[in-house]
Structures are given as structure tokens and as C-alpha cells.
């Protein structure tokens, strides 16, 4: 079991920045690929961002290259999502997911190949 807790969500202005974190506790954190999802009202979840095992591979949406920077310090059990230039269009509530993975330079694509959710954090972008 893995346990999961966001922190560092808020209200700014356009432009302005955040930095999420999620904390882990339980099972070794190295065993798990790690992604952050968002959901805004009325649309379904969508991954934003992943890192592999070793935190060496990413992948980002389109929407947010060159703006948003996910990392993570293995030896803290945290994962990190720094977000830049922040627009409108990135209100949601924000989830940090983990999901096992044999393959320590994997991304984990799918909501389905997630096992552990946190409880999610609110952005909220205004213009």
C-alpha cells in the first residue's frame, strides 16, 4: 500500500506560478513510476505529466511544454510539479498517482496502469 499527499495547490494570477509536491509513505517509492493528472469541471481526467522509476525519462501534454517541470527526489519519497506561466486553462484539481512499473525508464501513459491516488489539490488560474 501507498499513500499519497499533494500539497502546494492555490489561487494565482495568469502568468503566475506553483509548486506541487506529493509525499509518499508505504511501499518502496523506487518500485513506482509516478504521474500527476488534473481534472477541470465537467471533463475527465487527464494525464499532465509522468517520470519513470529513476526520474531519468518524462513525458508532458502538449499543452503544457515549457511551462510545467516534473521531478522527483527518491531519497524524500516526493515527487514535484513546477508550474510556470500558468494560464487560465490550468484550473483543475490536481492528482499525483503512483503505478508500478518493471521498467526502471517507463512512463506510465494510462489512468489504468496507476495503482495509488492522492486525494487531489485545487489550482485555481485567474485571469
Known amino acids: 500500500q501507498v499513500q499519497l499527499a499533494e500539497s502546494g495547490g492555490g489561487l494565482v494570477q495568469a502568468g503566475g506560478s506553483l509548486r506541487l509536491s506529493c509525499a509518499a509513505s508505504?511501499?518502496?517509492?523506487?518500485?513506482?513510476?509516478m504521474g500527476w493528472f488534473r481534472q477541470a469541471p465537467g471533463t475527465e481526467r487527464e494525464l499532465v505529466t509522468a517520470?519513470?522509476?529513476?526520474?531519468?525519462?518524462?513525458y508532458y501534454v502538449d499543452s503544457v511544454k515549457g511551462r510545467f517541470t516534473i521531478s522527483r527526489d527518491n531519497a524524500k519519497n516526493t515527487v514535484y510539479l513546477q508550474m510556470n506561466s500558468l494560464k487560465p486553462e490550468d484550473t483543475a484539481v490536481y492528482f499525483c498517482a503512483a503505478g508500478r512499473s518493471g521498467d526502471s525508464s517507463g512512463i506510465n501513459y494510462y489512468q489504468e496502469e496507476y495503482d495509488y491516488w492522492g486525494q487531489g489539490t485545487q489550482v485555481t488560474v485567474s485571469s
Open positions: 508505504g511501499r518502496t517509492f523506487t518500485y513506482y513510476a
Open positions: 517520470v519513470s522509476r529513476s526520474g531519468f525519462r518524462t
